[in-house]
Nanobody
Framework: QVQLVESGGELVQPGGSLRLSCAAS????????IGWFRQAPGKEREGVSC????????TYADSVKGRFTISKDNAKNTVYLQMNSLKYEDTAVYYC???????????????????WGQGTQVTVSS
């Protein structure tokens, strides 16, 4: 049974940092691309970043480039999203998701992601 569990969201001041974790079970990270998405109140869900099955490619939304870094630890079967220089507009529920793909060294946030976690709230506020 495929399962994704996010953690690490909390209240942080502007300019601060957070690291989100996405713990995967029921599959190994070399079989799915993993994406991070977010949804703010009243807004559509948007892709934030993704990492390929073999860590050969990482993709970022323009709004987070240079501030966010996606990584994964295959031994822990966990994907991370390091978020630095946080802004008010980063406030959202953050979700990780898994996409079946034949591509080993690329990922796209526009793919269909079949499995989703429950989300973790990130609030940037002073």
């Amino acid at each position: 049974q495929v399962q994704l569990v996010e953690s690490g969201g909390e209240l942080v001041q502007p300019g601060g940092s957070l690291r989100l974790s996405c713990a995967a079970s029921g599959f190994t990270l070399d079989t799915y691309a993993i994406g991070w998405f977010r949804q703010a109140p009243g807004k559509e869900r948007e892709g934030v970043s993704c990492i390929s099955r073999y860590d050969g490619s990482k993709t970022y939304a323009d709004s987070v480039k240079g501030r966010f870094t996606i990584s994964k630890d295959n031994a822990k079967n966990t994907v991370y999203l390091q978020m630095n220089s946080l802004k008010y507009e980063d406030t959202a529920v953050y979700y990780c998701a898994a996409a079946t793909t034949i591509h080993r060294k690329m990922c796209e946030m526009t793919w269909i992601y079949e499995y989703w976690g429950q989300g973790t709230q990130v609030t940037v506020s002073s």
